[in-house]
């Protein structure tokens, strides 16, 4: 019922920036929470971000003050705005939502940071 399609990764060198994009496909996708994930080698896959239907925002502490989780509803888009990068934010970052207490994922696109 719902699709989620990540953008927007690739290589940046630390302490730039990059900016993902989830496209959401499905109905009533202003009534999903959106959650940003990230997995690195060798690591659990964890929360980044997330953001309810009313626009309240959640940070993981390791990157609180850095990245900035945001909606568009008209769009069916959600992003993450990745501000002065470090090395350690190097992971594979997925989209996700829960519709009907199921989740959700997107296919995962790669975030390198690396001078």
């Known amino acids: 019922q719902v699709q989620l399609v990540e953008s927007g990764g690739g290589l940046v060198q630390p302490g730039g920036s990059l900016r993902l994009s989830c496209a959401a496909s499905g109905t009533f996708f202003s009534l999903y929470v959106m959650g940003w994930y990230r997995q690195a080698p060798g690591k659990q896959r964890e929360l980044v971000a997330a953001i309810t239907s009313g626009g309240s925002t959640n940070y993981a502490d390791s990157v609180k003050g850095r990245f900035t989780i945001s909606r568009d509803n008209a769009k069916n888009t959600v992003y993450l705005q990745m501000n002065s990068m470090k090395p350690e934010d190097t992971a594979v970052y997925y989209c996700?939502?829960?519709?009907?207490?199921?989740?959700?994922w997107g296919q995962g696109t790669q975030v390198t940071v690396s001078s």
């Open positions: 996700s939502t829960r519709k009907g207490g199921v989740d959700y």
